[in-house]
T-cell receptor, first 114, second 109 residues
Framework: DTAVSQTPKYLVTQMGNDKSIKCEQN?????MYWYKQDSKKFLKIMFS???????INETVPNRFSPKSPDKAHLNLHINSLELGDSAVYFCASSQLSGYTGELFFGEGSRLTVL | DAKTTQPNSMESNEEEPVHLPCNHSTISGTDYIHWYRQLPSQGPEYVIHGLTSNVNNRMASLAIAEDRKSSTLILHRATLRDAAVYYCISIQGAQKLVFGQGTRLTINP
């Protein structure tokens, strides 16, 4: 049973298109995140949601819109894709109450914009 | 968030201990020290974290200096599967882990 699962794992699309990446966690955690890892391998936090409420938004362009329909899901929708959006996007989850210091990451979704 | 400094790369041999250093000289008294690793083509994986005392778990040990300005992740007996990028992170709470460049660990057979 995968703890944090993302779909799709690979996504190739043209500039200007709109695409979504879905994330689900079955750990019962109350907080979920999106991270972006660019070609230089730097991991940067984009968003964090706690109990479906946005708590971190790291100056990400508003073409990126996260949506959390419930605590177990955090989807990432990207409008008008640009070449610079090509990266690996990681979803993660944690339990903030009773903090254990551990984030669980998904396997990543590799987005390639042509 | 306290900035952390790690060597870009390290190399070790299989079945030998590995000591991965991290400097966090601007750490505050309530900042936890976290270690994550990222194996090739995978998401980051939690390794260990601590505040003041040394910590042990099934994956590794974390030795924290008395002044908390540095720490060392210890892999007691490295295997080829331990080859990864190791990130040392200092943060208050789990809301915002800020990853640095990390140390790329190579294990020689």
């Amino acid at each position: 049973d995968t703890a944090v699962s993302q779909t799709p794992k690979y996504l190739v699309t043209q500039m200007g298109n709109d695409k979504s990446i879905k994330c689900e966690q079955n750990l019962g955690h109350d907080t979920m995140y999106w991270y972006k890892q660019d070609s230089k391998k730097f991991l940067k936090i984009m968003f964090s949601y706690n109990n479906k409420e946005l708590i971190i938004n790291e100056t990400v362009p508003n073409r990126f819109s996260p949506k959390s329909p419930d605590k177990a899901h955090l989807n990432l929708h990207i409008n008008s894709l640009e070449l610079g959006d090509s990266a690996v996007y990681f979803c993660a989850s944690s339990q903030l109450s009773g903090y254990t210091g551990e984030l669980f990451f998904g396997e990543g979704s590799r987005l390639t914009v042509l | 968030d306290a900035k952390t400094t790690q060597p870009n790369s390290m190399e070790s041999n299989e079945e030998e201990p590995v000591h991965l250093p991290c400097n966090h000289s601007t750490i505050s008294g309530t900042d936890y020290i976290h270690w994550y690793r990222q194996l090739p083509s995978q998401g980051p994986e939690y390794v260990i974290h601590g505040l003041t005392s040394n910590v042990n778990n099934r994956m590794a040990s974390l030795a924290i200096a008395e002044d908390r300005k540095s720490s060392t992740l210890i892999l007691h007996r490295a295997t080829l599967r331990d080859a990864a990028v190791y990130y040392c992170i200092s943060i208050q709470g789990a809301q915002k882990l800020v990853f640095g460049q990390g140390t790329r660990l190579t294990i020689n057979p």
